[in-house]
Each structure stands twice: as C-alpha cells, then as structure tokens.
C-alpha cells in the first residue's frame, strides 16, 4: 500500500468577498464558505487517493467571525486522518487582511471517502506522520473517527 505525506495534498486557495456572496447582515454567507470549505478538503483528498472522492461528514463546523464585502478569506487545506477508505481533512479559514496577517474565523473537519467509477468504496494510502503536530492531529481524527462510529450506532 502506498504512503503519502500530508504535505503531498496540503492545498490552498484565496477568494474575495463580493456582493454575490453576502447575507442580510452584511457578512459572508456562511453556505458559500461550507462551499469552497467542501470543494477544498476534495481537493487535497483526490490529491491524497488519486481518485474521485465524495462527502461522507462535516464535523466540527465552527464559525468564530464574520468576512465581509472585499475581505479575502484564505482556505488552507491538509489531510489529518485517513481510515481504510476515508480521509479526514482539516479547513481552516482565515480573513487575510492587505499586510498579509490572517484572522481565523472558522475551522472545520470534513471526511471524504474515495470511490470508483460505480461509487464503491476504494483503499486509500496510508498517512506518514512526520511531526509532533501531525501526531497530535491524527490522534483527534481517531478520536472523531470513533465518535462518528458510535452516533452511527446510536442513530444519529
């Protein structure tokens, strides 16, 4: 079985806020933030899997602080877990002020699990954990991870 880093798949992304993407109170739709949020952790995991790739789970979505009209929010994407099919990916949104400095204002934990053409479940490559950091990432995956299995269990 293949091993990846998860600096292999970490991903990127900028946008600017326009008028398209706010509310009724000013500030960054938070439904176009869980899109781009989305569409980033398929990225980094097709990255990771080589193969398509869809939403099994959003865990954690916590929104800290608004964005606003011409704001840009920095998406920063990378692999934290990866069971035998599925592949928790940490987002982490900034507001990126024009001095480059970032204020987070959401986080979220999103599993995708790879799958072929027929949309059956594929193995994915193992995670090679580098750092202190890494390790403790991988630790609160397995801990999601088993939290998910038990609200399966339980109905939720």
């Known amino acids: ?33 869980m899109q ?47 069971g035998r099919t599925s592949m928790e990916v940490r987002i982490d949104a900034y507001v990126e002020d024009r001095t480059g400095i970032r204020r987070n204002i959401n986080r979220a934990y999103i599993v995708m699990v790879a799958v072929d053409q027929e949309g059956r479940a594929v193995e994915v490559p193992r995670l090679d954990i580098e750092t202190e950091t890494e390790r403790a990432e991988w630790a609160g995956g397995e801990k999601r991870y088993q939290l998910r299995k038990q609200r399966r269990i339980e109905g939720y």
């Not at 790739?53 to 964005?67: H, P, S, Y």
């Open 1 to 33: 079985m293949t091993v990846k880093k998860a600096s292999d798949s970490a991903t990127e992304q900028v946008y600017i806020i326009r008028s398209q993407h706010i509310n009724s109170y000013g500030r960054l739709f938070g439904g176009y933030l």
């Open 36 to 82: 781009w949020m989305d569409e980033l952790a398929a990225i980094v995991s097709r990255r990771h899997c080589g193969s398509e790739v869809t939403t099994a789970a959003v865990d954690n979505l916590n929104f800290k602080a608004g964005a606003y009209m011409g704001d840009m929010v920095a998406l920063v994407g990378k692999l934290v877990y990866v």
